[in-house]
């Protein structure tokens, strides 16, 4: 059984302990490292490359806001799930436009935390029935991700290889789903997606599939 790889980021000490013994129960599971904040996380996750990471916000020297932003600029196949104990709407709008795919609150039981990880390391995104009203809420109000008019052909930057990808990141195919149909490693579709972020002007998954679905990508019949 292959397991899920996890980076453990948070600045307070007995919580960041506490939760590495949670994990550490699950079988599915492997606690890889741990950071107390966001400079360390961004260097253990370099060095470690894990499959997901759970990022508290308020940390010293570079919070996890900052931190998710770094690592996924290199590694954007990296599934990051902000931990905190606030609530706000800024803090979910931030996490997300940095590509976080999951958000938990500090409160959260154990098996919304299982639940999340297992999601994300799956590909998915995964809020909570709370944070996604939260999330439609700033879609709807947030110019930052505000729909914007497309050209005839508007991903014409792309390479015929990024569109295809694109195509299946609109349907909701994880990486492994995308590797799997056109027949390419996982790395190679990480890349793909890289270089797709940077030319749609995206910083995350969610963001991707927006503009991608605004121009008509991702319908199934």
């Given at each position: 059984?292959?397991?899920?790889?996890?980076?453990?980021?948070?600045?307070?000490?007995?919580?960041?302990?506490?939760l590495?013994?949670?994990?550490?129960?699950a079988?599915?599971?492997?606690?890889?490292?741990?950071?107390?904040?966001?400079?360390?996380?961004?260097?253990q996750?370099?060095?470690?490359?894990?499959?997901?990471?759970?990022?508290?916000?308020?940390?010293?020297?570079?919070?996890?806001?900052?931190a998710?932003?770094?690592?996924?600029?290199?590694?954007?196949?990296?599934?990051?799930?902000?931990?905190?104990?606030?609530?706000?709407?800024?803090?979910?709008?931030?996490?997300?436009?940095?590509?976080?795919?999951?958000?938990?609150?500090?409160?959260?039981?154990?098996?919304?935390?299982?639940?999340?990880?297992?999601?994300?390391?799956?590909?998915?995104?995964?809020?909570?029935?709370i944070?996604?009203?939260?999330?439609?809420?700033?879609?709807?109000?947030?110019?930052?991700?505000?729909?914007?008019?497309?050209?005839?052909?508007?991903?014409?930057?792309?390479?015929?290889?990024?569109?295809?990808?694109?195509?299946?990141?609109?349907?909701?195919?994880?990486?492994?789903?995308?590797?799997?149909?056109?027949?390419?490693?996982?790395?190679?579709?990480?890349?793909?997606?890289?270089?797709?972020?940077?030319?749609?002007?995206?910083?995350?998954?969610?963001?991707?599939?927006?503009?991608?679905?605004?121009?008509g990508?991702?319908?199934?019949?």
């Amino acid at each position: 059984m292959t397991r899920i790889r996890i980076l453990v980021v948070d600045d307070h000490t007995l919580f960041r302990e506490g939760l590495i013994a949670l994990l550490s129960r699950a079988r599915d599971l492997e606690v890889i490292g741990s950071a107390a904040n966001g400079v360390e996380a961004v260097t253990q996750a370099t060095a470690l490359l894990p499959d997901v990471i759970l990022m508290d916000i308020q940390m010293p020297e570079m919070n996890g806001i900052e931190a998710t932003q770094q690592i996924l600029q290199t590694r954007p196949e990296t599934g990051v799930i902000v931990l905190t104990m606030m609530e706000d709407d800024d803090a979910v709008f931030a996490a997300l436009c940095v590509g976080a795919r999951g958000y938990l609150l500090k409160g959260a039981d154990k098996a919304e935390v299982l639940k999340t990880i297992r999601a994300v390391a799956n590909g998915e995104a995964l809020f909570g029935p709370i944070i996604a009203r939260r999330l439609v809420n700033l879609f709807q109000h947030h110019n930052t991700i505000s729909p914007i008019a497309m050209p005839t052909s508007p991903f014409s930057d792309l390479s015929e290889r990024e569109q295809e990808i694109l195509e299946l990141i609109a349907q909701g195919c994880n990486n492994q789903e995308i590797a799997a149909t056109l027949h390419i490693t996982g790395k190679t579709v990480g890349n793909h997606i890289s270089h797709i972020f940077n030319k749609l002007q995206v910083v995350s998954r969610a963001q991707a599939i927006v503009r991608a679905r605004q121009a008509g990508l991702g319908k199934t019949d």
